[in-house]
């Protein structure tokens, strides 16, 4: 009987250069379309705003009819009673907030993600409950707490409630931040002879920075866009949000949107030099 | 052999000394962190919860006559708290779905399909709208849905809406207002989370026949249940007792908890019913988040923080 | 290995590995929160204390050694409601400029300060009752409920009329002691003014002359109220006929069913001061409204209309107060005084056309200003028949009988 030999598959020889089928990978557009509809959508608002802060007025309200293209609020944008302190207690408590938010947090971070003790647990659902409790319980039991202890309300009972909920955010950041990082680098500098303190000073903080940078804008972001709680504990101290939010009742004024405006550039421009440098260094 | 002269209750006492100083080292670096949190936030929740046992008035005074019917009467008196509740879980499930719905395939689309150099920069491009205080961005919405708003007059000039019938205060427009406010919280955990999946697993679900759907339901998707469960929380949190987007974009019959607790507080002065529907709310929310943290299994929910 | 389960069943399997609530975690949860709570115990165990006696504090001070013990600080701040005073295309105050400009005192106008009465008044209370100062030297209040509350808790200081000489010269007869404020003690009118249906003539068919016609099915989802309730329940009663100043509890359940069956369908949304941006921009056509707001955009929105409601309608004064924890009295007093005067007053009424505490102000727009468009408007100024419904809000006697008014007018506005 004769079997019929299979004989191993090969090629006849490697393809030649010209030969080589050109496959590019199927081009599936859906994603890449889906996301810049979803940046379009995001945008909207924001053209509105650039485009309301140029459009003319007759009075200090902007309308949805265009009215002709016009610098004039730009020109006279601390003419609106107020708008200028807003902003900058916006930015003062949100610079300060984030820093000490930092200085308390890191500490915790380190260590909730590099030691093992009793009570771990419990810190770590207190950041929980931080996180979880919501803005408007949090503002009115603030409120209520700063009364009985006889406090006024202002600059200070602001920061105090804004660095409670930043230190949750920041230390939440830092603490991935820290476990991804790992300890073999503190240990490396330990055996070369580094104390606990040297080691953290030059050995973590400059591998943290770029996690204390992310962690701050966190916090940054969170204090300077809220709302609800400065609502109940701002006393007369007018943050940006509170500012802007008198005016939905009766019409935006055109120079709040040229602060905002100004924020969004200020942002876009920070976001593109911080992209071009993260591409050199890749 | 000599006897080795230790030294030894010297050297014993400084090793327990420094073994104690590296025990307290956790305590010490979170000592501040811990005081700030129980003094500033914890005392003033749970006081603020005790409040909810007071009875009085303003005239009067409120005293704490642990009054615990009351959690009973604001279900049972003539002010629909419950449905305000129902109403505002509602709201804030839908949100969140949304969100989720619209921030995975963005997420997914950076981490992915996207080259390295490009990936800070798209993400920035999301993130960057998010810089504009969302009261603006809320309120351009306002003008941009009302009446005379250049969107209202598209959709009435391409008929999909009747003349006359209203976008704005519905709870279409409050929900989308959530949505649109939230969108970060969601995209960005879900980003993280789906940066730290190993490309190499979806080339090793492939080599194992997978289809480009199911590596994604049954690898890519668990993989990212974390930041799936933390921007969940991030959202439900933020948009179930939220006031403004109800106030703003909401009509007659959108009022929700977040408002009604606003109410209380600062028309109506009843200081016990604010605090007793802001417990409500605060061991609602604890109940759905553990009752999703257990069934999804993530582990040890505080590990998420 | 052979002998090893490694045919664990499903259910051994889960509990083995997932975590659990333990009983260590329920004593630690329990541990933390019994902590938390005995420090808030201690905090709370006295209460929060009540408002009743703070008037006899008040009632015992020597109001001219008060005010002789204060000084001219340069500055005070000033809460009030949006579009209520003159303001340019560019967002100044010129009167406010003027008075710096005279006495070198500045103001920190805090515009939108104030969107509704019982809000702004539940945000400053908790201070005012601690003693605190509430941030503002200078608020407008309306006469009403609110207004009574901080007068009799002593809350707010006693005007020193011997510092007032423009206020003696010029304010109206009825400025000079309201009813609700006698001897205007405790308050200076800062403005009078109406409530009543505004519409967009253009968006409409029909006429609007009075609540009733809101109830039509043609205006479904096209009308939009305000939230304050003390108006709701005057429109309401108005409509069935009955006088809001003797009204009692059973007018106010039929008053509150009449809105919630006939006028609540066509409804779209209860605004507070918010609902003059959505009128402007068009997104409601027919709202109840102020008669100054109204009036002051007629020049940007021609086909706007505002009606005196044919059934009746409120009539309600703003009034300035100073709180008694106020830093900056005395600026304050300075302003409330430098605003009596024709010139002044007039300039800021040209701009929000309601009704001037100080009397000439009406001539001086006719003559100086020359804006008859003001001075001879009907609406304006309402003839005297159409002045004979105007009705003032229904008086409180108690926190009791207020918390049952609000009770009854409450669902109309939040819903069920």
Redesign the interface.
């Known amino acids: 009987m004769t079997t019929s030999v299979r004989e191993p598959w090969v090629a006849n020889a490697p393809l030649a250069p010209g030969e080589i089928p050109d496959r590019r990978p199927r081009p599936r557009p859906a994603l890449p379309i889906f996301y810049w509809i979803v940046v379009g959508f995001l945008l909207i608002p924001i053209v509105a705003m650039v485009a309301y802060s140029v459009n003319g ?5 902007i ?2 009819v265009w009215k002709g293209f016009t610098f ?2 730009y020109a ?1 944008l601390f ?5 200028g ?1 807003a902003f900058f207690t916006s930015i003062l408590v949100a610079v300060l907030s984030g820093t000490l938010s930092i200085v308390i947090g890191l500490p915790m971070a380190m260590a909730l993600a590099r030691h093992r003790f009793w009570g771990r ?2 810190i770590s ?2 950041l929980f409950a931080d996180i979880a409790a919501p803005s408007i319980v949090v503002g009115s039991s603030s ?3 700063f ?2 202890l ?1 406090l ?3 600059l200070g009972t602001i920061l105090i409630v804004h660095v409670a909920f930043n230190i949750a955010y920041v230390v939440a950041a830092l603490r991935a931040r820290l476990s991804g990082m790992g300890t073999q680098l503190e240990q490396a500098a330990g055996d070369l002879g580094a104390g606990p303190f040297v080691a953290f000073w030059k050995v973590t903080l400059p591998l943290l920075v770029p996690g204390l940078l992310a962690a701050f804008l966190l916090a940054f972001a969170l204090s300077i866009d809220d709302y609800v709680i400065t609502s109940f504990i701002n ?4 943050t940006f949000p509170l500012f802007a939010y ?8 055109p ?1 709040v949107l040229c602060f905002g405006t100004i924020v969004f550039v200020v942002a876009a421009i920070v976001a593109v030099l911080t992209g071009l440098l993260n591409r050199r260094r890749l | 052999m000599t006897a080795a002269t230790a030294p030894a209750p010297v050297r014993a006492t400084g090793i327990r000394r420094r073994r104690f100083a590296r025990g307290a080292t956790p305590y010490l670096l979170s000592l501040a962190g811990v005081a700030w949190l ?1 003094f500033f936030f ?6 603020g919860l ?2 909810s046992l ?1 009875t ?9 006559t642990w009054n615990w019917h009351i959690y009973v009467d604001l279900f049972t008196g ?3 708290y419950g ?2 509740l129902t109403r505002s879980f509602v709201y804030g499930c839908t949100a969140t779905l949304l969100t989720i719905v619209i921030a995975y395939p963005v997420a997914y689309y950076i981490a992915f399909r996207v080259s390295p150099r490009w990936k800070s920069t798209l993400l920035t491009f999301v993130m960057m709208t998010f810089f504009v205080s969302f009261i603006i961005r809320t309120d351009m919405w ?2 941009l849905l ?4 250049p969107i209202s007059r598209l959709l009435r000039t391409v008929h999909l809406t009747r003349p ?3 976008i ?2 519905t709870p279409g427009s409050v929900i989308g207002g959530m949505v649109y406010n939230d969108l970060a919280f969601m995209i960005l955990p879900i980003y993280v989370a789906l940066e730290r999946i190993e490309p190499s697993l979806h080339e090793a679900a492939n080599d194992l026949y997978a289809r480009r759907s199911s590596t994604f339901f049954r690898v890519t998707v668990p993989l990212s249940r974390s930041g799936v469960f933390a921007g969940i929380l991030l959202v439900l949190i933020d948009t179930v007792g939220d006031p403004v987007n109800s106030s ?1 974009l ?4 959108t ?1 929700t908890i977040g ?2 607790i606003q ?1 209380a ?5 009843q ?1 016990n019913v604010a605090a007793a529907l802001s417990t409500v709310l605060m061991v609602l929310l604890g109940i759905v988040l553990f009752a999703y943290a257990r069934v999804v ?1 993530t ?2 929910v505080e590990e998420l923080v | 290995m052979r002998n090893s389960p490694d045919h664990l069943t499903a259910a051994q399997l889960r509990g083995l590995t ?2 659990r609530l333990t009983r260590r ?1 329920l004593f ?2 329990a541990g ?2 019994t902590c ?2 005995a ?3 201690v ?3 006295c ?6 006696n703070s008037g006899e504090a008040a009632a015992s001070i020597n109001w001219s050694t008060w005010w002789a013990s204060k000084k001219v600080n340069g500055h005070f ?1 000033f809460d009030n409601w ?2 209520y005073i003159d ?7 010129p009167t ?1 400029e003027r008075f710096t400009a005279k006495t070198g005192i500045k103001v ?6 104030v ?2 009465v ?2 702004y008044y ?2 400053i ?3 005012l ?2 003693g ?5 030297d200078l608020f407008v209040m309306t006469n009403g409920w609110q207004f009574t509350e901080l007068v009799q808790h002593g809350w707010v200081a006693q005007l020193d009329h011997a510092r007032m000489p423009n206020f003696l010269k010029y304010a109206d007869p009825t400025a000079v002691s309201p009813s609700y404020d006698f001897d205007a003690l405790h308050s200076a009118v800062w403005q009078t003014g109406y409530t009543g249906i505004a519409y967009h003539s253009d968006m409409i068919e029909g006429d609007i002359t009075g609540w009733a016609d809101l109830t039509k099915p043609e205006y479904h ?2 009308v939009g109220l305000l939230s304050d309730l003390d108006e709701l329940a005057i429109a309401s009663m108005s409509v069935l006929g009955v006088q809001p100043e003797t009204s009692t509890e059973d007018d106010w359940r039929k008053a509150a069913d009449w809105l919630t069956s006939k006028l ?1 369908p066509n ?4 605004y ?3 609902y ?3 009128f ?6 027919i709202v109840m409204a102020y008669s100054g707001d109204v009036l002051a955009i007629q020049s ?1 929105f021609p086909k706007a209309k505002f009606v005196f409601p044919r059934e009746g309608f409120t009539v309600w004064h703003d009034n300035m107060m100073i709180p008694i924890t106020a830093r900056n009295p005395l600026d304050a007093l300075t302003w409330i005084d430098f605003y009596y005067q024709p010139s002044i007053a007039a300039t800021v009424e040209d701009y929000i056309w309601y009704v001037s505490p100080v009397t000439g102000v009406r001539q001086y727009i006719a003559d100086e200003l020359q804006d008859t468009d003001y001075s001879d408007s009907p609406l304006a100024f309402p003839p005297a028949d159409v002045l004979a419904k105007a009705h003032l809000y229904p008086i409180m006697k108690d ?1 009791t009988e207020h ?1 049952l008014y ?2 009854i007018f ?2 109309v ?4």
């Open positions: 007025a007759s009075r200090n309200a309308t949805p004039t609020w006279h003419d609106v009673e107020g708008i302190d647990g419990l659902s207190l409120l209520a707490f009364l009985s006889n006024s309300m202002g006393g007369s101290r007018q008198g005016f939905t009742k009766k019409g935006m004024a120079q | 129980a914890l005392v003033p929740l749970v006081s005790l409040v007071m009085g008035n303003p005239d009067d005074g409120y005293q704490l003539p002010t629909p449905t305000y306002f003008y009302g009446g005379d708003g006359g019938q209203s704005l205060a703003i909401g009509g007659k019959n009022w408002q009604s109410f507080y600062f028309t109506n002065q200081y299994g582990e040890n | 997932q975590p975690d630690r949860g933390a929160l938390a709570g420090l808030a115990g905090l709370d165990a209460g929060i204390q009540g408002t009743n701040s949006a579009e303001v340019t295309k560019h967002g100044k105050h406010l920190a106008y805090n515009d939108a300060a969107a509704d019982a809000t539940g945000k209370s908790p201070s009752a601690a605190k100062p509430i941030g503002a989802g096209k609540r409804v779209t949304k209860f507070d001061q918010g003059l941006d959505a402007k921009a068009k997104q409601v056509p940007d926190r918390d609000t009770s409450q669902p506005v939040q819903g069920s």
